[in-house]
């Protein structure tokens, strides 16, 4: 059926017809694996798959990469903090403290400061400034840099990107696996545009993002690492709205794009009930990078 799908799509990508992100996506090689319906429309129906098929695909892809789950006590205490946003906010500190995951803490800590009381309303930003108050807070302390990963911003170039810097294609964050003599890869990509920019509807960074991802992993292939468990992390960050993804290469010409997580960030301090699903999410981000970094480590 993907083979099929992607024939017809380069035949109407000819004619200048193409109306999906499933089929911009499919040109690449790159088939979304969605069990969250979180594209439009449907890729079960575009892909034209039947139920069973389909929902065995997706039940493989969760399997292999589930979602971390919070502790009741995090649970709790992230429950507490959203009640303090709202009630009291000179309390949210305090409840942060007594969170044990240091980055979630971290996070936390990080919140009580950009969205305190008198904090500037987060929706009328520009990218860059939504970026720094919104994005980064909750973001940063699940990307940490060490002596084998580097953070990059908008002036790094994603890698195994064809592409020139004219034309454009440099991620809004990424995180970059380099060790020694050994070629740097690209371990996790972020895109992120701020609430003015998706009041239509439109989501360009969708396709840009899985083509991003798809360049890491055929850099990855052109430098000797070529293994089913490749991966790479993606986070679509569209206002407040974000969507997590890995894309591997199990099988062969077919880059699989899997939604992971649809989470939320904080609107301003009456918003923290979403909270819970957002880090749920960043630790699966942060676990799944891990586990990439390590993958890559042993090829050295």
Request: with cysteine; glycine share 6%.
């Amino acid at each position: 059926a993907l083979p099929k799908f992607r024939a017809r799509a380069i035949e109407r990508a000819q004619k200048g017809t193409l109306t999906t992100y499933q089929e911009e996506l499919a040109i690449n090689c790159i088939f979304v694996i969605d069990g969250l319906n979180s594209v439009y429309p449907s890729s079960e129906l575009m892909y034209g798959f039947d139920n069973n098929t389909w929902q065995a695909m997706v039940d493989e892809c969760n399997s292999r990469y589930p979602l971390q789950q919070l502790s009741d006590a995090t649970e709790a205490a992230l429950h507490k903090f959203a009640k303090a946003g709202k009630r009291k906010f000179t309390d949210c500190t305090s409840t942060a403290n007594i969170i044990t995951n240091e980055y979630i803490c971290e996070a936390l800590r990080n919140i009580t400061r950009t969205y305190s009381p008198t904090s500037a309303k987060k929706s009328d930003a520009n990218e860059s400034t939504f970026s720094i108050s919104t994005v980064h807070p909750v973001i940063l302390p699940f990307l940490e840099e060490t002596e084998l990963t580097r953070r990059k911003g908008t002036d790094g170039e994603v890698y195994g990107s064809k592409r020139t810097k004219k034309n454009g294609k440099f991620s809004d964050l990424s995180v970059n696996f380099e060790c020694g003599m050994m070629p740097s890869q690209g371990l996790l990509i972020i895109e992120i545009k701020p609430p003015h920019k998706v009041k239509n509807g439109s989501r360009p960074d969708l396709v840009k993002l899985g083509n991003e991802m798809k360049d890491a992993l055929d850099k990855m292939v052109k430098d000797g690492i070529d293994d089913k468990e490749i991966t790479v992390i993606g986070v679509l960050i569209e206002g407040f709205r974000c969507t997590s993804f890995v894309m591997d290469l199990m099988y062969q010409a077919t880059y699989r794009l899997i939604p992971l997580s649809i989470f939320y960030l904080p609107r301003d301090r009456h918003d923290f009930d979403c909270l819970g699903n957002t880090f749920e999410a960043l630790v699966t981000m942060r676990v799944s990078k891990l586990k990439s970094r390590t993958f890559l480590l042993a090829q050295v």
